[in-house]
Structures are given as structure tokens and as C-alpha cells.
């Protein structure tokens, strides 16, 4: 199948400052592309998404930009709390495939 | 409250004695998928359903089986479980086209077959 994954593992910031966590996409026929967060003992949890027809897309303290030139995505989380520790996955949906693929995830922890 | 229940939440099995996970959603979504997470393998799908009756295989089909008579629940089924198995294991449920095709989690089953 096509893979979806993370350049770093682990990525440890100081509180308030801004979190850039990164993924490879491998399928240039991507639809659409979703960030998750997944705190212990619990599921993913839908942070931001975004099309393919779109470069960038902004939520609440939360960027997430897509480069399909190099097939790049990347969550960006601004003055970052203690509460966004967590591991977030990226993920891709292909319409004609019905199927969504995950990334193997990257921890994030926040220093206070 | 939306929201994806899966039951139990924990098992612990023995080799060979067939066990059901329950998935329910109480969104009215068309599409339910689940997922298997092992350590540094990220989510992998098992089976989806786009629809009532309508299933399909997904990345990681072998041992399991799904079934979806009604659009609310679907269980997944390990009819001769291998340790193999032991995984946590995510329902997700969604609803293609409707805005957002984002897909909303359960709280997971850590099964162990021993």
C-alpha cells in the first residue's frame, strides 16, 4: 500500500513556543490529508484537515500547510501548552480508493 | 453526544476462542473502518464499509471478519484468534462528502491473545 510518514519520532519544545511537526506523503493522487492527535489511552482525535486544491489552512493556534510539489505536510501549533503533548499522526484519503492511510506518528512533548 | 463506542475495552483471550468487538456510531455515518495500531506501524486498516451490506478488505484483512447488517454498528470478528493479534485495535466511523471526510475515533480495544 502507500505510505504515509513522519521525518522525527520525537519533538520536544518549550512551553509557548511553536511546535513544527512534519510528514512525507508518498501518493500525488492524495485527496485529502487530516492531522490527529492522540493523547495515552485514547483515540486519535481529529485536529485540522486539508484538500489537495489548497496550500495552507489555519485553525485555533493550529497551521497546517501542504506542499505537493515535494509531497510535504506539516502541522504547525502555536505557543504550545503543556496540554498539546500528545502523539499526532498524519493521514491521506484517496476518493477512488476509499481508504485512508496513517503515518506511524510523532510524540510531542512540551516542557514547562 | 457524537460519538464512536467500542466494547470491551480490554480482553485478554486465549488462542483459537473466537471473540467480537462492537463498534457503534450514533452520527448517521455511511463509512466505518477499523484499524489496528502496533507500536512504530502507525494505524493500519483492517476492513471498512462504505454502506449497510457493502464491506471490503482493507491493508491488513487476514484473521478478521466484519459484518455490517446495520448502518450504526459493526463488529469486528476474530474467529480463531493468534497471538499475532494482540494489538489496540480502533473503530472510526465518518461521512464522506458531507463537508468534512474526517473520520472520528473510538477509545480503542487492547486486546492480548495469549
Known amino acids: 500500500g502507500e505510505s504515509v510518514g513522519l521525518h522525527l519520532p520525537t519533538l520536544s519544545v518549550q512551553e509557548g513556543d511553536n511546535s513544527i511537526i512534519n510528514c512525507a506523503y508518498s501518493?500525488?493522487?492524495?485527496?485529502?490529508f487530516i492531522w490527529y492527535k492522540q493523547e495515552s489511552g485514547k483515540g486519535p482525535q481529529f485536529i485540522i484537515d486539508?484538500?489537495?486544491?489548497?496550500d495552507k489552512r489555519q485553525g485555533q493556534r493550529v497551521t497546517v500547510l501542504l506542499n505537493k510539489t515535494v509531497k510535504h505536510l506539516s502541522l504547525q501549533i502555536a505557543a504550545t501548552q503543556p496540554g498539546d503533548s500528545a502523539v499526532y499522526f498524519c493521514?491521506?484519503?484517496?476518493?477512488?480508493?476509499?481508504?485512508?492511510?496513517f503515518g506511524s506518528g510523532t510524540k510531542l512533548n512540551v516542557k514547562p | 453526544e457524537a460519538q464512536v463506542t467500542q466494547n470491551p475495552r480490554y480482553l485478554i483471550t486465549v488462542t483459537g476462542k473466537k471473540l467480537t468487538v462492537t463498534c457503534s456510531q450514533n452520527m448517521n455515518h455511511e463509512y466505518m473502518s477499523w484499524y489496528r495500531q502496533d507500536p512504530g506501524l502507525g494505524l493500519r486498516q483492517i476492513y471498512y464499509s462504505m454502506n449497510v451490506e457493502v464491506t471490503d478488505k482493507g491493508d491488513v484483512p487476514e484473521g478478521y471478519k466484519v459484518s455490517r447488517k446495520e448502518k450504526r454498528n459493526f463488529p469486528l470478528i476474530l474467529e480463531s484468534p493468534s497471538p499475532n493479534q494482540t494489538s489496540l485495535y480502533f473503530c472510526?466511523?465518518?461521512?464522506?462528502?458531507?463537508?468534512?471526510?474526517?473520520?472520528?475515533f473510538g477509545p480503542g480495544t487492547r486486546l492480548t491473545v495469549l
Open positions: 501518493n500525488s493522487a492524495s485527496d485529502y
Open positions: 472510526a466511523s465518518s461521512s464522506p462528502g458531507a463537508g468534512t471526510d474526517t473520520q472520528y
Open positions: 493521514a491521506e484519503y484517496m476518493y477512488n480508493f476509499n481508504k485512508f492511510y
Open positions: 486539508i484538500r489537495s486544491n489548497m
